[in-house]
């Protein structure tokens, strides 16, 4: 399945409500308006799982006082219609409990999968993600359609390196992505991290936190500890076992098949007239 194949149309129409001014009366007759925010639905497959309150209470704020300046996009589905573009000014309008708010309807069919490509590209390339959504969403688009980082980049209009330094992220522990999610620490913060066990990434983490380290100190603290981890004790000096140092006169002086081991000497008789014959060797 190829990536991105029948959004073309969509898109067009995601790039009109963000790009018309709303004094077009063509624009405004023919695409926007007004619906009730009960019949709108999320988008499903909306990758964005946080969003700043302070944030949402200043859009809604703006909202009531100056109005919507740009229309969300919603595609008609079953019974109401379903959203495509315009999370943050829905939840905006359901804040101040606005009973409307103006659309753009967008004439084209949508399925599933077309939704979920929607949603994601939309919401990468309007860098609307923070950096563990991000690094979801690429990963995501990555498996479900079984393609390189560069093919990605490509469609995301983004570099590679930026695409797979994201991506590393997900090595985190838990604990660190919580960090970076909330604002705690920054992505230049969290990519230093990586490599690190997940104690050790929560000693460095809260160490960061804590200290209010920079990237550059942050950076100088992680090499600081790799050092220290990578240091070892020099082997002790191999002693000669006494019993090797006498190996020539052994030799020399046993018939028999023998092992040398530490300090001990392993004879081995191959039957009992080999025994007796040792037997006889020794002094009575």
Known sequence: ???????????????????????????????????????????PYQPRKTFDSVALQELSDSILSHGLLQPI???????????????????????????????????????????????????IQRENLNAMELAHSYDELIKVYNITHD??????????????NTLRLLALSSYVQGKLTVGAISQGHAKILVGFNE?????????IIGQKLSVR?????????????????????????FVNSYESKIKARLPFAYKLKNNALEINFKDSQELE????????
């Open 151 to 164: 093919e990605l980049s490509t469609i995301v209009y983004k570099s590679r390196s930026q695409i797979t």
């Open 199 to 207: 104690k050790e990434q929560k000693v460095l983490v809260d160490t």
């Open 73 to 123: 996009v919603v595609i008609e589905k079953d019974d109401g219609y379903l959203l495509v573009a315009g999370e943050r000014r829905l939840r905006a309008h359901k804040l101040a409990n606005l009973e409307t708010i103006k659309c753009v309807i967008a004439d084209v069919d949508i399925d599933d999968v077309k939704l979920r490509e929607l949603a994601l590209i939309e919401n």
């Open 1 to 43: 399945m190829a990536l991105g194949r029948g959004l073309g149309s969509i898109l067009d129409e995601v790039g009109k409500a963000y790009d018309n001014e709303m004094g077009s009366s063509a624009y405004e007759g023919e695409m926007v308006r007004e619906i009730e925010v009960s019949q709108i639905s999320p988008n």
């Open 217 to 241: 100190e942050s950076e100088l603290l992680a090499k600081k500890k790799k050092a220290n981890e990578e240091e070892t004790i020099a082997p002790p000096e191999k002693i000669e076992s």
């Open 277 to 284: 014959k040792f037997l006889n060797m020794l002094p009575k």
